[in-house]
């Protein structure tokens, strides 16, 4: 296990959303990151919870929506990880991971991309 803070495991997330080429950011479209320290389940790295854009249609009615979430849970990545510089990668592999739920990409896609 790493012990990284959850301010620097912030700045990781953070970095990791800073390289998301800009055109796919600038479709991104009611979606908040968070960081939690775990989610229910102890065993996931992040979670996105949702509507992806590729099943919105007529999304909220023409009214009001909450945002998608995405969570990136830090106590499990730190303990999955032997180094800092493996935190790195596997915050990076897993915010692209939960991004792309929110493009509508399913988990056996993401497995044949080497993203899983």
């Not at 399913?106 to 080497?114: I, N, Q, S, T």
Request: with cysteine.
């Amino acid at each position: 296990m790493v012990a990284v803070s959850r301010g620097r495991f912030e700045e990781l997330v953070g970095q990791a959303l800073d390289e998301i080429p800009d055109d796919l950011v600038e479709v991104m479209e009611n979606v908040a990151v968070l960081v939690e320290d775990e989610g229910a389940d102890p065993g996931i790295w992040g979670l996105y919870d949702g509507v992806p854009l590729t099943d919105r249609g007529d999304y909220g009615g023409g009214g009001m929506v909450l945002p998608d979430r995405i969570y990136i849970f830090r106590l499990p990545i730190c303990q999955g990880c032997d180094t800092e510089a493996e935190v790195v990668e596997q915050v990076g592999i897993t915010v692209i991971h939960e991004v792309a739920h929110h493009f509508g990409i399913e988990d056996d896609r993401l497995d044949e991309l080497g993203w899983g």
